[in-house]
DNA sequence: CGATTACTTGAGCCTGTTCAACAACCGTGG
DNA sequence: CCACGGTTGTTGAACAGGCTCAAGTAATCG
């Protein structure tokens, strides 16, 4: 979804001198980690305060790539971002906070989920490692990011971007080809979850998930789950019951196995992609 | 999809040279409202309301202005674009078929959607005069667009917006702003399909068009149902009969009138805003 | 004016929810 | 080491919201 290439992996962990460049990066992370640490379900209320608290710094992790005087590219730019550490459960950011910073998730997932005044929770998309997060038209997030798993993301200041996609259009169509491709996954989604079954709406995620992440298991039919049930259930507008019940039905139809709850193999993916589009049950 | 391509021959944008006859036909644009709008340097801090997820281009009233040889904003590239008028059940485009060009709606309303392989059908969206519609990441779409009632679009060939985007960075942020603002009235109708109760959809759906529609109408309780109870189904992820079905409750209830079933009277609105938000039922 | 399409209303059913109990897992501390 | 509480996941039984099927009414168009 919000995905650009997940190729730049490798570059993640290279030394090179400070430059200018990153004293801006680095001041972002100041107000950045203020209004992190939300939990649970009563964020939307916070206003963070910027000021006071507990600023715990991560010394900068391990730095970006070998330094070029001229980034050009959109990834250039993410590839400079400080690291950030997120646990399970943490709020990278919550609805309503101002927006200072996008992300770039390096390894683990992130849960990006609405809520209604009722606390009925939708989930929007999941973040995993290569995609990029936090792209937005306004200035105050209309939405939530939350660790699913322990996750590092690479933070960018957002008037770092704005500054370099005003001079170089080349920076802003890339931009705007991110929020392109963010539009279609979410046409899709939508799709899924307004016409189609239980059962076809888990198959699709979960053969999906394996789509997605085919460059990371290269390609073999085993699943990893980096989030609960809940936040399954939420993104496919289900409950965690039924989920629970459907991945149950596919094991006994000898579709799928579970270890641990979470490592899904695919046995039949020929089945599997029959009952995502709908035929039998 | 081959059939509906057939909907595409009319009068397809040629690439021609702006005339004075088209600015006076569908000049709809506003230089104020570009300006105020859309163009900054700084797009990602704009300072722009959220609650604009459902904010598109605001049907923008004809100002008659001198043409510029040098066109700067995405508002001056739409309004030369070519009229052309699409009936009711008319394909503007289809989903498979080539992008040739973006359009902004001028009048009538168009409904976007996508249909699986077994032929259920997903409306990802309608488009009222002034939305624009056709931006996408790929060469081909993928979703189609159809008029629910008669309507006019101003086309523009989207190489020459390509080559605009790529020489000037403020029409690619435009496009980037324009694009993101979709992403959140999406997500927003993502929660309404994932979480929301029949009856919670289609008064949020009915109270989004009425605010969406609230420069037209000047601020009255009246709405006019540009489109088929089968279009609004698909929109919300229903059948007919459920729609059907609640608009008739709702009336029943004396929340709402409904005078040849497609004028819709807010009897009461608070009722109203309060079943949109899942109180009662 | 009849034919076609769009909308409404009813009756019964089914998918997925709700409510509830139980099992598995995990970190903590005795 | 195991007992413990807490969290997460599984399974069962009953319910209900929305769907399907079906018939009837209203609007539209040639």
Do not use: W
Not at 190 to 200: D, F, M, P
């Amino acid at each position: 979804m919000a995905e650009l290439s997940a190729a730049h992996n490798s570059l993640q962990t290279a030394t090179r001198p400070a430059k200018a460049c990153d004293v801006a990066l680095i001041d972002c992370s100041s107000s950045e980690f203020t209004h992190s640490n939300l939990q649970g379900t009563d964020m939307l209320a916070m206003t963070q305060e910027p000021s006071a608290s507990r600023v715990r710094f991560q010394p900068a992790l391990p730095k970006p790539r070998a330094k070029s005087p001229d980034p050009r590219s959109l990834e250039d730019y993410l590839s400079r971002g400080t690291v950030r550490g997120i646990e399970a459960k943490e709020h990278l950011f919550a609805e309503g906070d101002a927006k200072s910073s996008i992300y770039r998730v390096l390894s683990g997932a992130l849960c990006l989920y609405k809520i209604l005044p009722d606390g009925r929770r939708q989930v929007i998309d999941f973040a995993y490692a290569g995609d990029v997060i936090g792209l937005e038209s306004g200035i105050v997030a209309t939405y939530s990011a939350q660790g699913t798993v322990a996750t590092r993301v690479s933070c960018l200041p957002s008037a770092i971007l704005d500054r370099a996609a005003a001079n170089d259009p080349r920076i802003a169509m890339q931009l705007y080809m991110t929020m392109a491709r963010n539009v279609d996954a979410m046409r899709d989604h939508l799709v899924c979850v307004g016409q189609r079954s239980a059962t076809e709406r888990l198959v699709s995620f979960l053969l999906g998930l394996s789509r997605r992440r085919a460059s990371l298991n290269g390609g073999t039919s085993i699943v990893e789950l980096p989030m609960t049930r809940t936040d399954i259930a939420d993104f496919l507008g289900l409950t965690i019951e039924t989920v629970s019940r459907t991945l149950s039905k596919l094991k006994a139809q000898r579709c799928i196995e579970i270890d641990q709850g979470t490592t899904i193999r695919f046995v039949d993916i020929v089945a599997l992609e029959a009952l995502a589009e709908g035929e039998a049950r």
